[in-house]
């Protein structure tokens, strides 16, 4: 069994940075595409970002091209997301999730989801 755990969210003002790590301690993820995803109050979870378990396929939503970079280090188990240039709109609940296939920007195509980490961005 797969078990996601998010960290490294929090208050930062408009154009600061955040790195969000996404690990699971017992299984590996090396066999898995990853992907993040976020949800702000009263909206649906929408796609950030994904990667596939080899590094060599990612793709971004078109409000991240440019500012978020998904990576991963397979020896250490995890999953990274850097955000930078950060805008209020971006403010939400960031979730990782892992499929067993290949990477996707559909929420309801991944097995299993961590419980997420806080994203606050001030204006």
């Known amino acids: 069994q797969v078990h996601l755990v998010e960290s490294g969210g929090g208050l930062v003002q408009t154009g600061g940075s955040l790195r969000l790590s996404c690990a699971d301690s017992?299984?590996?993820?090396?066999?898995?595409?990853m992907g993040w995803f976020r949800q702000a109050p009263g909206k649906e979870r929408e796609f950030v970002a994904t990667i596939s378990f080899n590094v060599q396929i990612t793709s971004y939503t078109d409000s991240a091209k440019g500012r978020f970079t998904i990576s991963r280090d397979n020896a250490k188990n995890t999953v990274y997301l850097q955000m930078n240039s950060l805008k209020p709109e971006d403010t939400a609940v960031y979730y990782c999730?892992?499929?067993?296939?290949?990477?996707?920007?559909?929420?309801?195509?991944?097995?299993?989801w961590g419980q997420g980490t806080q994203v606050t961005v001030s204006s």
């Open positions: 999730a892992a499929r067993a296939i290949g990477p996707s920007q559909i929420p309801y195509a991944y097995d299993y």
């Open positions: 017992g299984r590996t993820l090396s066999n898995y595409a």
